[in-house]
C-alpha cells in the first residue's frame, strides 16, 4: 500500500491515506476548491470525503430530484481523469520567440502556480487532444495543483462518442500521456548548452494556456495516473503480465523433486 500523511480539511486535521483507494480525484477537487477560496465547494466536498466510508455507494434520498443529481454525480465521476500535464526538470523542445531558433525549456517547480491561482475556473485552460483546434471541447479541466513531481490536472472527459474513445484510449495506453502549451513569463539561460547545442531556458514562471492527451508526449512523466478513480487498466495489464513472468522465473529455477507423493 502506497500511504502518504495529507490534511484535507485545510487545519491541523491530519490523516493517512492510501494514494490508490480510489478517492484521490475527490481529494484533488477539495486541494483545489481550498486554493480558488471557494467555501461553499469546500464544505460540499469536505463532507462528502469524510462520510465516504460511512454513506453508501448511492444513498436513497429523501425526493426524487436527489436520485437524479446523485446518479449525475456518480456518473461524472466515473469519467475523471488524473494525470501528470508536466515534470518539473524536464527538457522539452521549442523555439526562441525573437527569432525561432531551437532551443530546449525545462519547468521549475511551481512554474504555473501564479497563472494557475488567478484563474477564474480551471476550465479555462484549454484541453485539445494532440493539441488539434478540430479536437476541442471533449473533456474540460475542472482543478490542478503542483507537487514535488509535477503539475497534477483533473479533468472529466464528455459523456459523448468522441468523449468515451477518448476515455478508453487513456485507460487501455493507446494515448500516450500529456503535453501543455504554456507561454514563459519569467525563464533564467543556463550556462552550458542543452543536447545538439541548443540553449536551454529554465523556466521559473509560464502562463498554462492548454494542456491535452496526445499519442506521443514530449514529457515521459505527464502519464495517467487514474481513470474513473483506479489506475488505468494497461498498468494493472502491465503489472500482471510482469508477475507471471516473475512467477515463471522463479519457478523455473526451482530445483525438481524426485519422486512422487505430496512433498
Given at each position: ?14 490523516e ?19 486554493e ?10 469536505q ?6 466510508e ?68 480551471p476550465?479555462?485552460v ?12 471533449v473533456?474540460?479541466?475542472v482543478?490542478?495543483?503542483a ?10 472527459v464528455?459523456d ?26 519569467r ?18 514562471e509560464?502562463?498554462l ?13 505527464a502519464?495517467?495516473?487514474?481513470v ?13 503480465v510482469?508477475?507471471?513472468q516473475?512467477?515463471?522465473?522463479v ?8 519422486g512422487?507423493?505430496i512433498?
Amino acid at each position: 500500500m502506497s500511504e502518504q500523511r495529507i490534511r484535507l480539511d485545510m487545519t491541523a486535521r491530519e490523516e493517512i491515506i492510501d494514494i490508490a483507494d480510489g478517492f484521490e480525484p475527490l481529494r484533488v477537487r477539495i486541494r483545489a476548491a481550498h486554493e480558488a477560496g471557494d467555501r461553499d465547494e469546500l464544505t460540499r466536498l469536505q463532507h462528502q470525503y469524510w462520510n465516504r466510508e460511512r454513506l453508501p455507494a448511492r444513498p436513497a434520498p429523501a425526493r426524487a430530484t436527489s436520485v437524479r443529481e446523485t446518479d449525475q454525480e456518480f456518473e461524472e465521476h466515473s469519467r475523471e481523469v488524473l494525470t501528470y500535464v508536466a515534470t518539473w526538470g524536464v527538457l522539452s523542445a521549442s523555439e526562441v520567440e525573437e527569432d525561432g531558433s531551437p532551443c530546449w525549456i525545462s519547468f521549475s517547480r511551481g512554474a504555473f502556480d501564479h497563472d494557475l491561482k488567478n484563474l477564474v475556473s480551471p476550465d479555462r485552460v484549454r484541453l485539445r487532444v494532440n493539441h488539434r483546434p478540430d479536437l476541442d471541447g471533449v473533456a474540460r479541466w475542472v482543478g490542478f495543483w503542483a507537487d514535488h513531481v509535477g503539475q497534477r490536472g483533473l479533468c472529466v472527459v464528455d459523456d459523448s462518442p468522441a468523449g468515451r474513445l477518448l476515455l478508453e484510449g487513456l485507460d487501455r495506453g493507446e494515448i500516450g500521456g500529456f503535453s501543455v502549451h504554456a507561454v514563459p513569463r519569467r525563464s533564467t539561460e543556463r550556462e552550458v548548452p542543452g543536447p545538439r547545442g541548443w540553449p536551454v531556458f529554465d523556466v521559473v514562471e509560464a502562463e498554462l494556456l492548454e494542456a491535452g492527451p496526445v499519442d506521443e508526449p514530449a514529457d515521459e512523466g505527464a502519464v495517467v495516473l487514474s481513470v474513473g478513480g483506479r489506475r488505468p487498466r494497461f498498468q494493472l495489464v502491465g503489472e500482471a503480465v510482469e508477475r507471471d513472468q516473475l512467477l515463471r522465473q522463479v519457478l523455473g529455477q526451482q530445483p525438481r523433486r524426485a519422486g512422487g507423493g505430496i512433498h
